[in-house]
């Protein structure tokens, strides 16, 4: 059955509890089966619920993975300690990935990217999901080379940002505190050689 677009009606508020049922049911359907299994009538099953209660809450299917990726970063992100040392800030910031993806989030994560690259809607869902995370590294990153180039500063981001996927999502081995710290530290000595008057090696 579709999932296309339909007009949600007003009605009761929603039951907090009952959402996070369903971003549960989400993660598990998209590890288990793949995007093109996410439907709302799946979902519903897994949750126990009747298919307008889905409706109620994402006009599309896209709409709700959106959400589901958003709700579930916000529920780990830490208030941000400014005082913090750049260095630790990076380590807690890739602590919060390796528990972002733990789990079957990991393997969800890996099938949506992959579906990702033949539908442009999700594409721009995995876009922007990404563009909201990348300042917090940014931030810590330039504190600690205000004068690195963008193009360094990025690399570093998907470097650190791919590590964890692959360690997560592929190997499905969980990061430990050790491997974390030697992740950033790399990316850190990566950074320091992009220095003032420097140009970054060009790969043939």
Not at 3 to 21: A, F
Not at 75 to 82: E, I, K, N, Y
Not at 111 to 124: C, K
């Amino acid at each position: 059955m579709s999932d296309s677009p339909v007009k949600r009606s007003r009605g009761r508020p929603l039951d907090p509890q009952r959402s996070q049922l369903i971003a549960e049911a989400a993660w598990k359907l998209l590890a288990r089966a793949g995007y093109d299994a996410l439907t709302f009538d799946a979902i519903a099953r897994e949750v126990g619920c009747n298919r307008a209660a889905i409706y109620r809450r994402f006009k599309s299917k896209s709409e709700l993975v959106s959400t589901v990726l958003r709700e579930t970063a916000l529920s780990l992100m830490p208030d941000v300690d400014a005082a913090k040392p750049a260095r630790e800030a990076l380590i807690d910031l890739v602590k919060i990935g390796v528990a972002y993806l733990s789990g079957e989030r990991g393997s969800a994560m890996l099938n949506v990217a992959a579906v990702a690259h033949s539908s442009p809607e999700l594409a721009h869902v995995i876009e922007a999901h990404l563009g909201a995370i990348a300042p917090f590294y940014t931030v810590q990153l330039l504190r600690l080379n205000p004068a690195a180039h963008d193009e360094t500063v990025q690399f570093a981001i998907d470097t650190l940002l791919s590590g964890i996927v692959y360690h997560q999502g592929f190997r499905r081995v969980q990061l430990s505190d050790a491997r974390i710290t030697a992740l950033v530290d790399l990316v850190i000595a990566m950074l320091e050689k992009d220095l003032p008057g420097k140009s970054m090696p060009t790969v043939a």
